[in-house]
């Protein structure tokens, strides 16, 4: 006997099955039910779609797919079960609270995926004669204008897919100016608490990156970056809010320098979530900046993308803006594409990706911002820093905070592994925290904080969720402090225990091979 | 306001706990020059559901939906029926609203998920492995381009004219800063591709040739022969596939040879979207997978010896190598990946090659009754369910004029080169299972009045 399901329970396990051994013949544990792979229950020949005629012959000699290809099919009964069984193995906002840091886990309103299915959005091509997609362009614009106005900003380039696109966007925008300028710095320099895309994205532009040094108490260290600009210094790519969770006080000041010595200025706007309606970037002398449409601005992450990274910029980099993008001529809009660039944007640095960008998440991101309007957007960063510090001070007694002193943190808490037992880590907290029924924090990043732990918990969750999970976090460091032996061995109660990450990279299996 | 669960006596609570006497007090690291008094001027306050649907409608009736009547455009973003089932299941919550599977045992469902994706990705493109996906084919093509650099260690990239030219565009744009050299053109309006020519064309700075498969002008060819020249020469042959679909009738580039395949994954699940989000794919042969960029999925064990799955090989990263990285790319294009993966499952092999072979005919049954309007011919001699018209006058005024027959009639060259004024008479049309008879009997009719 061959059992179906090669996850779960199998004969050569060699236990009884039964509840005394907590095994079953399945591998199901009631609600929590083991899927197969497609390749193991579907067929060649079976197909969950009717079509209304019969396969027409081709003559496609020599051309013509002919060997089997290896594609296995579902009814659509059996794939609507299989997708709905694997959709249960997943944490999502939508169970419970999911506070990873920097990545802005918030509710996403389902009026946004209503509006982004309208026929007028979803089922337009991007290339239609222009008359035919006013509506589509109505929407960039509107969603360029009010991100324009909440960072105080002279323009936006609303093509970028994803907040990594959006800083190779920015990126490309300081080359080009440099370039117009006849000047050919090299150096772009980047805090060494920043995410892992911002040397990632110089490096990628052809830029080499250097290491601005931090202060002891989190922030970019103001006389040491203004020690190292120079003639070949192009730029500085600063988080802000940081990822240690604080504003970055001395922001004027660094731009201020920076301008002074030739250089330009990109904010990564990963955290804009922390002072939309507040704080406008543009007024802190940024030259640049990326919003991530699906952090702030409620867009779904989908289990890893799509993203959206709309940057905008300042009057000294907008000539170098790429193409296209929409503009507004009375009641109606227009593209500048490459064939009236010339005459209109001559100075863009080019295109960045076929078509217009994420509409997709555009018409999210507007009918969100609508609905929350320039009162709601401002309650929304007030209420996602007092969460946030909410959780902070509620758990500095159990768990070190390293910038607990150096003042409020804006929308993320940031802990330390420092002071738990002996052979206890940040994973063990983390992995505690799946068997009270979380999404772990964000863990070991920023790197410049060993064991890291950043907690953003967003301004959609209610006092009595973070009551909980504060109670939920305090048990489980205090069982790491305790030296418990059975959180080195959680989660206990998930779909999976620990995986192998080693395994997986030393001997890949990438694909399906039977 | 509806999203957000905090009362007044909460805040004044949390206050306290804080230490702080208002919200002002956590805002104190702000200079004073940027704070805000209040909120931003000018714009409208918080507004109800009903209100935000209203104007989000109306701005929605604004545009001329493809569904709304006859419709033929293709040239990289293609519209076919997605089953209902589709949009329900990316719909669930515990799909839509998850993150990049960090945390692997609470995320299962996205790693299986995307470890079928790849499976199914690969073995339609011919290839060994997929990635858990791209932003787009236009961004994937570029990576690829890179990823050639970085194995032959040669910066010269040789692009056929058949390459959509906003790939082209995008490469262009990339290389302007990397260093790279392409060396590319318009395309020429001949029955047959320029593969042969490129052949000749490698030499031993060649990192890699770029081909698209069918082309923008809708053209296919085999390029077993091309493969050859590009191994001979130790350059990698990158095809690029923006209609997936095709690849249910002939023949994958994988199986001519090509050394890595990109492509545009929007035709299945994804739907047209005004041109995003859509879904890039990205596959290679194995001996190249680790100098492949974005995510991918491995199967594994856990601790109890359950199978399961991960991310892995994330050394080549951004998050762990950071400027050493093989690319900035920090997502993949995870809801869309799953919309086609389902897609694809619902289709399963036969699906796929019956929806394919439909495709194929109307296309053939429209291009010839398009041929039959005087003064119209069909520059292909081979193509799947794209081609191009020539016509005997310029082709984008006609695109309008049709427009207001309500007839949307294809892409002009005309839009996609607006310099080069030889293609000007070309029209590229698309024809999906989502055409019927009377469809192309309208745009044939249509045709025939604007051009008389």
């Not at chain 2, 033929?72 to 609203?97: C, K, M, N, W």
Request: glycine share 10%; with cysteine.
């Amino acid at each position: 006997m061959t059992a179906l399901n090669r996850a779960g329970w199998r004969p050569e396990m060699n236990v009884a099955g039964g509840a005394d051994d907590n095994v079953t013949f399945t591998g199901n544990r009631a609600l929590m039910l083991e899927e197969p792979l497609i390749f193991e229950i579907g067929g060649s020949e079976t197909t969950g779609v009717d079509f209304d005629e019969a396969a027409p012959a081709a003559d496609l000699g020599s051309l013509a797919r002919t060997a089997p290809i290896g594609l296995p099919g579902l009814s659509e009964s059996e794939t609507v079960r299989h997708y709905t069984r694997l959709s249960r193995q997943n944490y999502a906002i939508d169970l419970g609270l999911f506070p990873l840091g920097s990545c802005t886990m918030k509710h996403n309103p389902r009026l946004n995926e209503k509006v982004a299915r309208m026929p007028g959005f979803a089922d337009v091509h991007p290339l239609q004669p222009q008359e035919t997609v006013q509506g589509a362009y109505a929407v960039i614009h509107e969603l360029a204008e009010w991100l324009i106005t909440l960072t105080g900003m002279d323009s936006v380039a609303m093509s970028p897919k994803a907040g990594a696109h959006g800083e190779l966007c920015g990126i490309l925008c300081i080359k080009a100016a440099l370039e117009a300028r006849g000047e050919d710095r090299r150096v772009i320099l980047v805090p060494e608490s920043a995410h892992g895309t911002n040397p990632a994205t110089a490096a990628f532009a052809g830029f080499t990156v250097e290491d601005i040094p931090a202060t002891e108490e989190g922030r970019v260290n103001l006389e040491a970056l203004k020690a190292r600009l120079g003639p070949d210094v192009a730029g500085v790519m600063i988080t802000n809010p940081n990822t240690c969770g604080l504003f970055e006080r001395d922001m004027k000041a660094i731009s201020d320098a920076v301008h002074a010595a030739g250089g330009y200025v990109y904010c990564d706007g990963a955290n804009f979530n922390a002072i939309v309606g507040r704080v406008r970037p543009g007024d802190l002398g940024v030259d640049a900046m990326h919003i991530n449409l699906h952090k702030t601005f409620s867009t779904p992450h989908g289990g890893g993308g799509p993203g959206s990274g709309p940057v905008v910029l300042s009057a000294a980099l907008t000539p170098f803006a790429p193409l296209p993008f929409v503009t507004k001529q009375g009641d109606s809009f227009r593209l500048i594409e490459e064939e009236n660039a010339g005459e209109d944007h001559p100075q863009t640095f080019g295109r960045m990706t076929a078509f217009h960008g994420q509409m997709g998440m555009f018409t999210r991101a507007l009918t969100y911002i609508l609905s929350h309007g320039a009162d709601g957007l401002k309650q929304v960063a007030e209420d996602a820093v007092l969460n946030a510090n909410y959780v902070l001070r509620s758990l500095t007694d159990v768990l070190d905070a390293p910038f607990a002193a150096s003042g409020p943190c804006m929308h993320e808490a940031l802990f330390s592994d420092k002071g738990l037992a002996e052979g206890f880590s940040t994973l063990d907290i983390a992995k505690g925290l799946i068997d009270e029924g979380y999404h772990p924090m964000t863990v070991y990043f920023p790197l410049v904080v060993h064991g890291a732990m950043l907690v953003e918990p967003t301004e959609t969750e209610s006092k009595a969720v973070l009551d909980q999970f504060i109670g939920a976090l305090r048990s489980i460091a205090m069982r790491a402090k305790n030296g418990d032996p059975a959180l080195k061995t959680a989660p206990h109660f998930a779909p999976r225990a620990r995986l192998d990450e080693t395994l997986a990279a030393r001997k890949p299996v990438l694909a399906w091979e039977g | 306001m509806r999203y957000l669960p905090l009362t007044s006596d909460d805040r004044a609570a949390m206050l306290a706990t804080i230490g702080a006497s208002s919200i002002d007090d956590l805002f104190v690291d702000v200079p004073a020059e940027a704070r805000l008094d209040g909120p931003i001027a000018g714009l409208p306050n918080h507004a109800s559901e009903l209100a935000v649907e209203r104007h989000m409608g109306a701005l929605a009736r604004r545009s001329r939906a493809a569904g709304e009547g006859p419709f033929f455009l293709g040239a990289g973003a293609y519209r076919h029926h997605v089953p209902a089932s589709v949009d329900h299941l990316i719909q669930r919550g515990e799909f839509l609203t998850a993150y990049t599977p960090y945390q692997p045992e609470i995320a299962q469902g996205t790693l299986q998920m995307l470890f079928e994706f790849q499976s199914q990705v690969a073995r339609l493109l011919g290839t060994d492995v997929a990635n858990a996906s791209m932003y787009d084919g236009s961004t994937a093509c570029w990576e690829a381009i890179v990823m050639a650099r970085r194995i032959t260690k040669r910066a010269k990239a040789l692009l056929s004219t058949g390459l959509h030219p906003h790939y082209r565009s995008v490469a262009r744009t990339m290389a302007k800063y990397t260093g790279d050299i392409l060396v590319d053109g318009d395309p020429s309006l001949d029955a047959g591709t320029d593969w042969a020519a490129l052949a000749d064309s490698i030499d031993k700075e060649t990192s890699c040739v770029v081909v698209q498969y069918p082309d923008i002008l809708g053209r296919i060819d085999d390029m077993t022969k091309l493969a050859e020249a590009c191994q001979a020469a130790g350059a990698l042959l990158i095809a690029v596939v923006t209609e997936p679909v095709a690849l249910g009738l002939i023949k994958s580039p994988g199986e001519m040879g090509a050394d890595i395949v990109v492509g545009e994954g929007q035709s299945l699940g994804v739907g047209l979207q005004f041109g995003g989000p859509y879904v890039g794919l990205f596959a290679c042969k194995t001996k190249y997978v680790r100098q492949m960029p974005g995510r991918l999925c491995g199967e594994t064990v856990d601790a109890n010896g359950k199978r399961g799955f991960v991310l892995t090989l994330s050394t080549r990263e951004q998050h762990i190598r950071r400027e050493k990285a093989t690319s900035n790319i920090c997502t993949n294009s995870g809801l869309c990946a799953l919309a086609f993966s389902i897609h694809m499952t619902l289709l399963g092999e036969a699906g796929l090659r019956q929806l394919a072979a439909i495709n194929h005919s109307r296309a053939k049954a429209a291009a010839a009754e398009l041929a039959k309007v005087p003064g119209v011919s069909v520059l292909n001699n081979s193509f799947f369910n794209e081609f191009t018209l020539l016509l005997p006058t310029t082709a984008r005024p006609v695109i309008h004029k049709l427009a207001e027959k309500d007839i949307l009639g294809g892409v002009s060259l005309g839009r996609l080169y607006p310099d080069n004024t030889g293609l000007e008479n070309g029209l590229v049309v698309a024809v999906t299972e989502t055409v019927t008879e009377a469809d192309i009997a309208a745009f044939a009719a249509a045709l025939k009045e604007v051009l008389a």
